[in-house]
């Protein structure tokens, strides 16, 4: 008996943990306070603590947004080796971008391609993502066009996003950029005006979180 109780104890401690790591993960956003604001409360709703949010300090343009990016995921990496903990690089890298008329858009995209970094672009705008919260948006939109039909449902738009009005439309907002990506790809069009990735960023924080 007491051999087969010493047996099982070593297997147990032999088997060591069955659950993997949590993925840390950077985000970088352009000038806007607005990104990061709805990024840090959807961490927090998540119960996420390894997300990290970072505003792009210079202009904002996406080849920028990608530099940055570059930046910390190198400083980080550095680090780890120094210090000889795999723990402190990020599993994720993302820049957080608009189509808008930026004309290093390609440029930013290869960048990031050869480097490690996901993009999660949104065309024309941010402001498609939240509005994809309360209502379908299948049509071209301008950013001016996105900002008015969003002030309808957030009348304070203007001082930022307010999340708990968003939060309760989150499913849907994930299922209908879902629906324009197909819609893209059927067209032969992807990134097509309206088109949003911003999904595929939330979904990888809900599902490193605890909620």
Not at 128 to 153: G, I, P, S, T, Y
Not at 159 to 182: E, H, I, T, W
Request: net charge positive.
């Amino acid at each position: 008996m007491g051999s087969r109780r010493r047996h099982h104890e070593h297997s147990i401690r032999r088997r060591g943990p069955t659950r993997e790591p949590k993925q840390r993960i950077l985000i970088v956003c352009e000038g806007e306070e607005t990104e990061r604001g709805y990024f840090k409360a959807f961490q927090h709703e998540a119960r996420n603590p390894r997300v990290h949010v970072e505003l792009a300090s210079e202009t904002g343009e996406p080849l920028q947004v990608v530099q940055i990016a570059m930046r910390l995921k190198e400083k980080a990496e550095g680090e780890a080796r120094s210090q000889r903990d795999e723990n402190l690089r990020w599993d994720e890298v993302w820049g957080v971008v608009d189509v808008d008329e930026h004309a290093s858009l390609d440029k930013a995209r290869q960048l990031a391609l050869n480097n490690d970094i996901l993009l999660a672009i949104s065309n024309p705008c941010f402001e498609l993502w939240a509005l994809l919260h309360f209502q379908e948006q299948r049509a071209h939109l301008e950013r001016d066009k996105a900002q008015v039909a969003l002030r309808r449902h957030l009348p304070g738009y203007d001082k930022g996003l307010d999340f708990q009005k968003l939060y309760p439309g989150y499913r849907d907002a994930v299922r209908r950029a879902q629906a324009l990506d197909v819609e893209a790809e059927r067209r032969a069009a992807p990134g097509r005006n309206p088109t949003t990735g911003v999904h595929r960023l939330t979904e990888s924080i809900r599902k490193g979180g605890s909620s």
